[in-house]
């Protein structure tokens, strides 16, 4: 068992490989350049590189694109030579219901402070690129078993209601935006049946799928060949655009904007955190971009699934910045894995608040843990060389494997 950490700047790739089977965890960046040179480039040489895989999934931890746009670089190529067998993605498409919190998802790459240059909205990009690639999509949430050995610890999809209850309704309080809302509720239980029918529960006969979930005859009477072929009609470009278009569309985002809801953090809250189904020596713990506050319920074992004592390598959450600092010495992990790198929010100028937090080396270094990541140039612990005693930097090199 090794895990294989690309440098990918501000973004996330791990490759978990053994013998029988890899996973690829996440495959994105948020940087257009990476060492100085073009991110495709980087890209490429990590499709090359997974090219020599025979058996391998992909497991997506939320929609943002420092953790998709390597895997959308990659369809738009369509490479079968990277085929994967499977898909995993955060379970948000197997309840009606859910197409509140896809709305949330929507809107939020459509706000100011979205981080996004090009506004390009990353959840409609990856339906869009799956419709392309027709795919087996796994969906996951706490407690589920996959791969034969691991254990998805979140999302909680109880827990992802309330929060999306309460900035749902909050919007539609006053019945101002009811319209506009309705039609992008409309438009988001497209995408959410979209997924949900390249799933293997979304593939069953209709009267099997009738009774286990909350569809209706009417959605279900085709077979999913013709069904898939009517709900790609909605999802194109132009349905989109003109649902952007609409005048109160833009009051909306005008009002969001102004009351600051902060919709950008829902792709965080729905993100998977997952480790080892049985506890052994070469425990992993893998946390995606996981909001502090679910992380703490996940330690507090709030549910009796709880984590281990120790873990031989725990991936750091959201980049090591500080306002996602985890401590996680309780659990005297073997290696902390941070892939970091300069983020750049719609200009050339830094974001200082996203860099890796000094409460990760220095004074606050877990003893015997050794730190592996990806650039030291975004790090507040580094000043005149590295303030963990024992640590790698990937950089310039294109990975590390541990």
């Known amino acids: 068992m090794k895990v294989r950490m690309y440098n990918v700047g501000f973004g996330d790739c791990f490759c978990l490989r053994d013998r029988k089977k890899s996973l690829l965890v996440d495959f994105g960046t948020n940087n257009s350049r990476i060492e100085g ?27 943002h694109m420092d953790h998709l746009s390597g895997l959308l670089y990659m ?21 009606k219901e859910m197409s509140r919190t896809l709305v949330l998802l929507l809107l939020a790459d459509l706000l100011k402070e979205s981080g996004l240059p090009s506004r390009q909205v990353s959840l409609f990009a990856l339906v869009d690129a799956l419709l392309e ?46 319209e506009v809302m309705d039609v992008l509720l409309e438009f988001a239980e497209k995408l959410r049946l979209i997924v949900w029918s390249m799933t293997a529960e979304g593939n069953k006969p209709a009267e099997t799928v009738e009774k286990e979930t909350d569809l209706t005859a009417s959605e279900l009477t085709e077979q999913p060949e013709v069904r898939q072929k009517i709900i790609r009609a909605y999802v194109y470009e132009r349905e989109f655009r003109r649902i952007k278009a609409l005048p109160d569309f833009k009051k909306l985002l005008a009002w969001l ?6 919709l950008r953090q829902f792709k965080h809250k729905i993100s ?22 679910h992380l703490k319920m996940i330690a507090e074992n709030y549910d009796g699934l709880p984590l281990y004592e120790h873990y031989w390598c725990i991936k750091v959450p959201h980049h090591g910045t500080q306002g996602h600092y985890f401590d996680f010495s309780q659990y005297e992990p073997e290696n902390m894995l941070i892939s970091n790198g300069i983020h750049f929010a719609n200009s050339k100028k830094e974001s200082k608040e996203l860099r890796t937090s000094p409460l990760y080396g220095g004074l606050f270094y877990i003893p015997d843990t050794h730190m592996y990541c990806s650039n030291c140039d975004c790090c507040d612990s580094y000043e005149n060389g590295c303030s963990c005693k024992e640590a790698d930097v990937i950089s310039p090199a294109y990975y590390k494997d541990i």
């Not at 309330?162 to 909050?170: F, G, I, Q, W």
């Not at 904007?257 to 902060?262: F, M, P, S, V």
């Not at 998977?272 to 506050?293: H, K, M, Y």
Request: proline share 3%.
């Open 133 to 178: 690639n027709k795919q087996n999509v796994e969906l996951l949430s706490r407690g589920k078993l996959f791969e034969n050995k691991y254990q998805a610890l979140w999302p909680d999809t109880d827990v992802i209601r309330k929060e999306t209850d309460e900035v749902y309704n909050r919007i539609c309080e006053d019945g101002k935006f009811k």
């Open 257 to 262: 904007n102004e009351n600051q809801i902060n």
């Open 75 to 95: 369809m738009k190529k369509k490479d079968i030579s990277v085929d994967f067998g499977k898909i995993y993605l955060p379970d948000v498409f197997s309840k």
């Open 272 to 293: 998977i955190v997952f480790q080892n189904a049985r506890d052994g020596e070469l425990n992993l713990l893998f946390t995606g971009d996981a909001q502090p506050e």
């Open 37 to 63: 040179r073009p991110r495709r480039e980087i890209f490429d040489v990590i499709i090359s590189d997974l090219s020599t895989i025979k058996s391998k999934n992909l497991l997506l931890t939320h929609f």
